[in-house]
């Protein structure tokens, strides 16, 4: 499965306002509820249904729930193996778990992401120096029919 075909669905979803906890292209999706529909449009049912999160899930506990989903239902890559419709892992603050994802869209010269943003909604960014010092890891959606 191309890169290209998880970005062109991604970038479906801009404009879509921030809404915790959804997953609904147009209506409302936070970071993670953005991958899910980018999951479900592309390769169907979901593997896992998340349980209800807090906005703070995870940082009491310094546990990694996220970055543990990510390794159970996507391929893990390098970091500087940068590939179109690679699934980005963000840490927000030093010392933090990992709670943010994006979608790599252009990669190169002027990289971007696409995520849901609180207090912005769904949107591409360049994926700045800032961006990048927070990337922890780097996925790639498993091939179709797994």
Avoid at 66 to 79: G, I, N, S, V
Wanted: with cysteine.
């Amino acid at each position: 499965m191309s890169g290209a075909r998880f970005v062109t669905v991604a970038r479906g979803w801009i404009g879509t306002p921030y809404v915790h906890q959804a997953s609904c292209r147009g209506a409302g999706a936070d970071c993670l509820g953005l991958v899910r529909g980018i999951w479900r449009e592309v390769l169907g049912a979901e593997p896992e249904v998340p349980p209800a999160y807090s906005m703070d899930w995870s940082e009491p506990q310094r546990d990694e729930r996220l970055w543990a989903a990510a390794l159970r239902h996507l391929q893990p890559k390098a970091l500087e193996d940068a590939g179109p419709g690679d699934i980005l892992l963000f840490r927000m603050r030093d010392g933090a778990v990992a709670k943010h994802l994006g979608l790599a869209a252009e990669v190169g010269g002027q990289p971007s992401f696409i995520h849901a943003y609180s207090g912005h909604g769904v949107v591409e960014s360049p994926l700045s120096t800032p961006w990048r010092r927070r990337l922890v890891a780097r996925f790639q959606f498993p091939e179709e029919g797994c």
